[in-house]
């Protein structure tokens, strides 16, 4: 048997055996990575900081755990580029399973305001977020397309009280917030359909200013509404939330993950390369052997 053959059958636990010392090795040893910011990610990000103090961004946490390694470093990111800008911020979960993730994001947040940080040349001095004042948790109701109008007509009609029972109106945060028109803008983490409600029955008919973040597979799909118009911000997989990351000058689990996923796709490759290789030799030489 030749070095071909020995490439054509190559027992994949051999792979699957090299891939993971590779991505350890990766995870362990400290090194980074260039990020090339995209357009779409960098208009997201300028919306919120131009933003002034005390104005409230909407954050729809829709996506479920399986979903998490994608989705879940976008959502620490905005949320604590919102807090660190003195917004205010209204948290939703339209995914059944959504609520748990994003009380793990508010409670790791908090901890992580506490200490002074610097972010692109600029100090922020810790300080502790309170529940109902620099944010509301709403949570989960089902039927995420009724209650996407609901909030067009007001927060108090899916979400009589927030996600720990306390009545809206005696929320301090939410005094004087009725609906999208309070909301500088909605940031929709979805890993399913929930985003075209968020698009047909949310932005389409209420005209808020709509971004999204998106698993990988996808962002190629709503690529033309950030062409037309009716989404002017778009992250898409990991690689979304780590420009995010650069954007802010915070780096998080989205960068770190790069690091892996990067070395991890070359070895993909290397070993796609390599199969098709030792196939199309194989191929030629059965051919020059009249088999």
Not at 102 to 111: F, G, P
Not at 158 to 181: A, K, R
Not at 227 to 253: I, T
Request: hydrophobic share 45%; proline share 4%.
């Amino acid at each position: 048997m030749n070095i071909f053959d020995r490439m054509m059958s190559l027992d994949r636990r051999w792979v699957f055996l090299f891939l993971a010392v590779v991505c350890v090795i990766t995870y362990i040893v400290d090194f980074q990575i260039p990020i090339r910011v995209e357009s779409e990610v960098r208009t997201i990000h300028e919306f919120i900081d131009t933003l002034k103090p005390d104005e409230i961004v909407f954050i729809a946490i829709d996506y479920d755990p399986n979903a998490l390694a994608e989705l879940h470093p976008m959502c620490y990111a905005v949320m604590e580029h919102c807090f660190r800008k003195d917004l205010k911020v209204i948290i939703t979960a339209l995914s059944q399973n959504g609520p748990g993730m994003a009380e793990q994001a508010i409670l790791d947040i908090s901890d992580s305001l506490k200490l002074d940080r610097e972010y692109n040349g600029i100090l922020y001095e810790g300080r502790e977020i309170r529940k109902g004042v620099d944010y509301a948790f709403l949570g989960y109701k089902p039927y995420f397309a009724l209650v996407i109008l609901g909030i067009g007509q007001n927060f108090r009609l899916p979400f009589p009280t927030d996600y720990y029972g306390t009545p809206l109106d005696s929320i301090p945060m939410m005094q004087g917030v009725q609906n999208y028109d309070q909301v500088a803008c909605v940031v929709d983490l979805s890993a399913g359909n929930i985003t075209d409600a968020w698009i047909a029955y949310g932005q389409g008919r209420f005209y808020f200013p709509l971004a999204l973040g998106l698993t990988g597979v996808m962002g190629a799909d709503y690529y033309p509404y950030l062409n037309s118009g009716q989404v002017f911000g778009l992250m898409a997989g990991l690689y979304g939330a780590a420009q995010y990351e650069e954007l802010a000058d915070n780096p998080g689990l989205a960068k770190d993950g790069m690091r892996i996923q990067v070395y991890a796709h070359l070895v993909i490759i290397f070993f796609i390369l390599i199969g098709n290789v030792g196939y199309f030799v194989s191929r030629r030489e059965k051919k020059r052997q009249g088999r």
